[in-house]
């Protein structure tokens, strides 16, 4: 990092911080367009709506049968989050610790689905199970959901994983541990802290996760962002301001678990898991 | 007492790294056979089984049909200006952000989009973008346009959607690989005498290349493969109607299955194809470590 | 299946092997430890002395050969089930568990009583002097505290065996000198087996009832600190064991265990280690402490001064012979380079090695 106190430098610094704070300006603003709206009693043709009322949310809850969404929603994060945690973990550890023929190929099975987007895959993933009768209910959204989580779990584990000495696996063994006691008294303590930021990077994903369980739900297996996008979809039916209220609950669900993520890993981590 | 020395299978694949614990990892590798690789094969099989005509006649009607081999191009016309338009975008603002101590609370910002998806930043510029919307009064009260812009249920919205969620991918994406270049090979560029765009030029952007290979793509990918947003924020019967569109119709609205898995294989192999030669010309370039001789 | 160590009363490597792919890491080692020996492994790096710790502790699986504890085979048990102790290289203690937790371990996995292991832990905490850091986690010790709990965990489940993995090459001159008498006292206080793996020869020497050397994954020698201080078999070992002068010449005679080289023009006596006859090529190798100037004349290695250097009470000296060879050797008076020396030793502390290096 090389500090340089040229004119032409410093324009060029002002213009990209311009930028930039042109990029976040729009972006609070469509945010707080969002919970502005849905605490305006009405909003037409102002910068501020005439009044501000709370009614809304109670509005929204029961029209969008908000209960029922939000408890479906929460039985199905905790069983992708679960899933993929049992499903993901132990292959990580393998994958980690293990150099075995055919590796490369295994590594690039687990990489395939975070690289294709979930549109792509979900087409005929959507068909197999809706032939296989899964889908349309809770189980085929929670498998669908599983595919880019368990290898997204995998892939955020191994450097995990790579970085506790295998000595003190070793260690463990000569003095008596067996598979199992190694798992719960050595490996479990020191992973714990890699498994939780995963899993809760898990949890904000399947959360705002829209293709796969668009395509998989049924009416009564919907999560809250389908029940947001069929919401927008026919906008008109209700008024927009309902219609805001419930993608508040939404962001507010979907930010306090990304706030606690965010006090486990760093932010560039959601994004640079697909890096090789 | 013997002396038999012969070793015996277990420990033999043992040495191979075959024993127990590789076996770990086969609950992961069935579940993704099952769900990700079958699907894809029996979506490609299907697709040649269509409800009528030949084994071809899914992909015969969709290339002789321009409003379902059109949105090839429609897609296209979006998610490349996106991706181009992010990446120039990108790579400044992560040469700006990388000098930065405090990064933490600009990437937490940016980070807000992508986790809160598409949906939502199509519901928040539906109100935001409207002819009533704050972003057309501002425009208005600085009095650079006398009457509102429509950016709504056209290419723009769209568009805009895209780049709002797209940005923070490709940048945060870019700031990651920027972060894994030794600083110490700038700094051995500056005290060699080159100024901040030979540097730039000659040092950090060759280093930086293959990686912004990789970014494309993925950037790419991601807005090809853009729906809720042309649903909601674009005109999904015309300007706007992507590929995922075709697909989504012919599986939900048609109940055409092998239509639509054909319409899927033509999406991953547009978007195969796109990859492939990115990745083919990355090939060309210096792909070695970027840190400063210590590995 | 924990092994019970009354019964054991020697450890047998049986043409012990290890490939990795095609590289041979250890070829057919076989030795026999006896109950209560203390065994240093040593070699340079790369030797495999590393490998035999590893595959003795089950951590690594054979290519060949077996390991025999008395009548048992124990090769293909896993490490859990071998029952042995051992101390790592760089402590691999938990880092996670208090040191008390870190030595009770081994206990824990045997289901040993809860106030029992108690009971032993202390006295293990007692015996490596760590009183008063049970408490502690391992990131708040030092390196030498660190090792007293590697040592106390290795040795609290009185293993049948101890094995020792390089286990002071992370601490300081003074704190190594300080451990090492600490592991041979606790091994004498516990009559324990140890197989101990270091490349320092002092530290072998010094703390072995025998020494193991290994080279390219072959035994060269098992002997006594004595043997290997003075009679190495091989001119590799004696090389290793600091006869660090190496020179070649052609033997003049030999006879019962001595034998006169001609080197140039002079003619050096030695004693031989190996089969040498008149009129073939050997070695002579000289330890540089035994190595010093003479007067001219007298029959000795003449060679040109480089350097000398000073090292409190002697110099030591740098010379190069007329063919090229390398000499180190000890002066009481400071040369000047350029100088020509002739360089001496007695003959009993010369060895002679026939054939080709």
């Known amino acids: ?276 | 007492m013997s002396t038999d020395v012969s070793i015996p299978l277990k420990q033999r694949l043992a040495a191979r790294g075959l024993d127990g614990l590789t076996l770990l990892v086969v609950p992961a590798v069935l579940f993704l056979l099952a769900l990700f690789i079958y699907p894809f094969l029996y979506g490609l099989f299907l697709s040649f089984e269509p409800k009528q005509g030949g084994v071809f006649a899914n992909y015969q009607r969709f290339f002789s049909d321009s409003f379902l081999y059109g949105t090839i191009g429609t897609t296209l016309w979006l998610a490349l200006p996106v991706t181009i338009a992010t990446l120039a975008l990108a790579i400044p603002i992560a040469f700006r952000v990388r000098l930065m101590r405090n990064q933490r609370l600009l990437t937490t910002i940016l980070v807000i989009p992508i986790t809160l998806g598409t949906v939502l930043v199509a519901e928040g510029l539906l109100n935001y973008l409207g002819p009533q919307g704050w972003f057309n009064r501002t425009l208005m009260t600085l009095g650079l346009i006398s009457s509102p812009v429509k950016l709504l249920h056209n290419y723009w919205g769209v568009m805009l959607s895209l780049v709002i969620t797209g940005f923070p991918f490709t940048f945060l994406l870019t700031l990651s690989y920027l972060s894994g270049i030794d600083p110490a090979l700038e700094q051995a560029g500056a005290t060699l005498g080159a100024g901040p765009w030979e540097r730039f030029k000659h040092i950090l952007f060759p280093l930086l290349l293959p990686g912004l290979a990789i970014t494309f793509c993925l950037s790419f990918v991601q807005a090809f493969s853009v729906f809720p947003s042309a649903v909601l924020l674009g005109a999904p019967a015309g300007p706007t109607r992507v590929i995922s569109i075709a697909a989504y119709q012919a599986a939900f609205e048609e109940y055409d299955y092998s239509m639509a898995s054909a319409v899927a294989m033509i999406m991953a192999l547009v978007q195969l194809a796109i990859v492939v030669a990115v990745l083919a010309a990355r090939g060309l370039l210096y792909r070695g470590p970027a840190g400063g001789g210590k590995g | 299946m924990t092994i019970n160590a009354a019964s054991f009363r020697e450890l047998r490597l049986d043409r012990l092997s290890r490939d990795f792919g095609s590289h041979n890491a250890l070829k057919d080692v076989s030795l026999t430890i006896g109950k209560g020996e203390f065994i240093a492994l040593l070699g340079p790096s790369g030797c495999g002395k590393s490998t035999t710790l590893n595959l003795i502790a089950g951590l690594l699986p054979a290519t060949g050969g077996g390991i025999w504890l008395d009548d048992k085979r124990i090769d293909p048990l896993r490490p859990e089930e071998r029952g042995f102790g051992m101390v790592f290289q760089n402590y691999a203690l938990f880092p996670h568990m208090s040191v008390n937790r870190n030595i009770g371990f081994g206990l824990k996995m045997r289901g040993v009583p809860r106030a029992e292991i108690d009971r032993r832990v202390a006295e293990a905490a007692a015996l490596v002097r760590l009183q008063g850091q049970t408490e502690k986690l391992p990131g708040q010790l030092s390196g030498g505290q660190q090792q007293r709990v590697a040592i106390a965990r290795a040795i609290v489940v009185e293993p049948p065996l101890v094995l020792m993995d390089e286990p002071l090459s992370n601490l300081d001159a003074k704190l190594r000198l300080e451990m090492r008498a600490e592991i041979r006292r606790i091994h004498n206080t516990l009559g324990a087996t140890t197989i101990y793996v270091t490349h320092d020869q002092e530290e072998a020497l010094s703390l072995a009832d025998r020494i193991v050397v290994l080279r390219d994954g072959v035994v060269r020698q098992v002997g006594t600190p004595e043997d290997l201080f003075s009679r190495p078999d091989h001119l590799d070992v004696a090389e290793f064991m600091g006869f660090r002068n190496k020179v070649k010449g052609q033997v003049a005679s030999a006879a019962e265990g001595r034998a006169t080289v001609a080197v140039g023009e002079a003619q050096i006596a030695g004693r031989t280690r190996n089969a040498v006859t008149a009129g073939a090529e050997a070695w002579l190798a000289i330890r540089p402490e035994d190595l010093h100037p003479v007067a001219a004349g007298q029959p000795g290695l003449t060679a040109q001064v480089v350097s000398t250097e000073f090292r409190g009470r002697e110099f030591v000296g740098f010379a190069r012979m007329a063919d090229g060879t390398d000499l180190s050797f000890l002066a009481h008076d400071k040369l000047s380079p350029g100088e020509t020396v002739t360089l001496a030793a007695e003959p009993d502390r010369v060895l002679v090695y026939g054939g080709a290096a």
């Not at chain 1, 032409?8 to 367009?33: E, H, P, Q």
């Not at chain 1, 809770?138 to 779990?153: D, E, K, R």
């Not at chain 1, 606690?260 to 898991?273: S, Y």
């Open chain 1, 1 to 276: 990092m090389v500090k340089d106190t040229r004119i032409s430098t410093k324009l060029w610094a002002a213009a990209n911080w311009t930028l930039i704070g042109f990029f976040i300006v729009n972006l609070l603003a469509m945010i707080a367009t969002v919970v502005t709206s849905s605490f305006a009693t009405r909003w037409l043709g102002t910068w501020l709506p005439a009044g501000w009322t709370t009614r809304w949310y109670s509005a929204a809850w029961s029209e969008f049968q908000l209960h029922d969404v939000l408890l479906v929603t929460f039985q199905i994060v905790f069983l992708v989050v679960v899933l993929s945690g049992l499903i993901g973990v132990p292959a990580a550890y393998a994958l980690a610790r293990r150099d075995f023929p055919g590796k490369k190929l295994v590594m690039l099975l687990f990489l395939l689905p975070l690289l294709v987007p979930p549109i792509t895959f979900g087409i005929p993933l959507a068909t197999v199970l809706y032939q296989t009768g899964f889908a349309g209910q809770m189980s085929g959204v929670v498998l669908a959901n599983l595919v880019p989580t368990v290898p997204f779990v995998i892939l955020v584990m191994i450097p995990f994983i790579e970085q506790i000495d295998t000595k003190i696996e070793q260690a463990a063994r000569v003095f008596g541990a067996n598979t199992f006691k190694l798992f719960v008294h050595v490996l479990l303590p020191l992973l714990m802290p890699g498994i939780l930021a995963a899993l809760l990077l898990v949890l904000v994903r399947t959360l705002a996760m829209f293709e796969l369980t668009f395509l998989t739900a049924g009416p009564t297996s919907q999560t809250l962002v389908v029940a947001l996008y069929y919401a927008v979809f026919a906008s008109g039916v209700r008024a927009v301001q309902s219609i805001d209220a419930m993608a508040v609950i939404y962001m507010v669900t979907t930010l306090i678990w990304l706030v606690i993520a965010l006090r486990f890993v760093n932010p560039t981590q959601i994004v640079a898991r697909a890096k090789k």
